[in-house]
């Protein structure tokens, strides 16, 4: 039913920039706030932005704030997520999700290279 499909990862340099894409379905998603998570190998997946359904609140990590915006289209489904200033921590694979978190798409890879 609920259908999560992130994507616009990618490899990077330190410092640049990548918009994360999530086109979501299943759900009456005007209706739930939106959450970016991101998991790392060996690391438990972290929630690091947050969105209200109508998008006029949003959250952030403390290790992401002021580097990452995230924003949403509910004519779209769809949440986004710019990210810049990208650091070498950064690198995980991110997904996009509401408060229930019933099911995960696949995510997106993110990889911060030098």
């Known amino acids: 039913q609920v259908e999560l499909v992130e994507s616009g990862g990618g490899l990077v340099h330190p410092g640049g920039s990548l918009r994360l894409s999530c086109a979501a379905s299943g759900f009456t998603f005007k209706e739930y706030d939106m959450r970016w998570y991101r998991q790392a190998p060996g690391v438990q997946r972290e929630m690091v932005a947050y969105i209200s359904g109508t998008g006029t609140d949003t959250f952030y990590a403390d290790s992401v704030k002021g580097r990452f915006t995230i924003s949403r289209d509910n004519a779209k489904n769809a949440v986004y997520l710019q990210m810049n200033d990208l650091k070498l921590e950064d690198s995980a694979v991110y997904y996009c999700?509401?408060?229930?978190?019933?099911?995960w798409g696949q995510g997106t890879q993110v990889t911060v290279s030098s």
């Open positions: 999700n509401n408060p229930i978190r019933d099911y």
